[in-house]
């Protein structure tokens, strides 16, 4: 199975300043044939499901705002707030999609400073 | 607009069994891959398993051999049968379209596995 391992578990950030959360992957999750990296980004608030944020390490889904980035390839992936608005508190989940078991990293909670 | 609906949850007792159900509206379900995640309460997220339009299935280790993933494309509706449960199989079942990254959720059913 592939292990995702997110850095760090938390982390506490002003209104209006960069967040950086990173995601290692225990194997590489780079197709070739394509030159994607299957890596995905989730946002979690509390009492909700999971969002979709990105994909393909850097694609972001149709309406998220363009202050969320994904960035990396291989086995180190990198999601940035550039700047971190009040309705971005949430706990954030990177995710593997080159094979099988799906695996998900631990997750990382995202607060104001 | 996308919806999955789930429902089935409940408090079993270990060693019982349960049926989740995910019914699917606003797209062409037959062609979509399926997912079952969960997530125990204050921890985070666990792929179950999967199925795809020709009915290909996966499933994790922890639930191998005591879930069975199904679906109805007549019904538009994705199920989980679960037997044989136990006190870690306690979370909410989220049931999510697939392209390998999870596009759309539903919003859970809690199922507690307790004496």
């Known amino acids: 199975d592939i292990v995702m391992t997110q850095s760090p578990d938390s982390l506490a950030v002003s209104l209006g300043e960069r967040a950086t959360i990173n995601c290692k992957s225990s194997?590489?999750?780079?197709?070739?044939?394509?030159?994607?990296?299957?890596l995905a980004w989730y946002q979690q608030k509390p009492g909700q499901p999971p969002k979709l944020i990105i994909y393909?390490?850097?694609t972001r889904e149709s309406g998220v705002p363009d202050r969320f980035s994904g960035s990396g390839s291989g086995t180190d992936f990198t999601l940035t707030i550039s700047s971190l608005q009040a309705e971005d508190v949430a706990v954030y989940y990177c995710q593997q999609y080159y094979n099988i078991p799906r695996t998900f990293g631990q997750g990382t909670k995202v607060e104001i400073k | 607009e996308v919806q999955l609906v789930e429902s089935g949850g409940g408090l079993v007792q270990p060693g019982g069994s349960l049926r989740l159900s995910c019914a699917a509206s606003?797209?062409?379900?037959?062609?979509?891959?399926m997912n079952w995640v969960r997530q125990a309460p204050g921890k985070g997220l666990e792929w179950v398993s999967y199925?795809?339009?020709?009915?290909?299935?996966y499933y994790a280790d922890s639930v191998k051999g005591r879930f069975t993933i199904s679906r109805d494309n007549a019904k538009n509706s994705l199920y989980l049968q679960m037997n044989s449960l136990k006190d870690e199989d306690t979370a909410i079942y989220y049931c999510?379209?697939?392209?390998?990254?999870?596009?759309?959720w539903g919003q859970g059913t809690l199922v507690t596995v307790s004496s």
């Open positions: 606003g797209f062409t379900f037959s062609i979509y891959s």
């Open positions: 393909w390490a850097s």
């Open positions: 999510a379209t697939s392209s390998g990254h999870f596009d759309y």
């Open positions: 199925i795809n339009s020709v009915n290909i299935i």
């Open positions: 194997q590489n999750v780079l197709y070739s044939s394509s030159n994607k990296n299957s």
